[in-house]
């Protein structure tokens, strides 16, 4: 069983900056393809970014290109999204996903075997 846990949300401005970070514990880190997703206030969870096992492999969702970056360190079991020129629009719950085995980036949540409890990410205008 993996357990993941989120940390780095919190409130910033418009054009801002926020690295998010996602420690696992309880599996072979280094086995599973990593996601974040984001799900805002009556809207369904979507694909932001993910990361393949050895970071090799990236891919994220158009509205971030050019201004989020996944990245992960298996020597520290930590997954990380920085995001830089948040806009209002980015405000959401920022979830953490493994995927235990791919060999790709899948984008939909229902390939993901494990999930943290979500941080919060407000950018205000």
């Known amino acids: 069983q993996v357990q993941l846990v989120e940390s780095g949300g919190g409130l910033v401005q418009a054009g801002g900056s926020l690295r998010l970070s996602c420690a696992a514990s309880g599996g072979t880190f280094s086995s599973y393809t990593m996601g974040w997703f984001r799900q805002a206030p009556g809207s369904e969870r979507e694909f932001v970014a993910g990361i393949n096992w050895s970071g090799s492999s990236t891919d994220c969702t158009d509205s971030v290109k050019g201004r989020f970056t996944i990245s992960r360190d298996n020597s520290k079991n930590t997954v990380y999204l920085r995001m830089n020129s948040l806009k209002p629009e980015d405000t959401a719950v920022y979830y953490c996903?493994?995927?235990?085995?791919?060999?790709?980036?899948?984008?939909?949540?229902?390939?993901?075997?494990?999930w943290g409890q979500g941080t919060q990410v407000t950018v205000s205008s």
């Open positions: 996903a493994a995927d235990f085995g791919g060999l790709f980036v899948p984008a939909s949540q229902y390939e993901y075997d494990y």
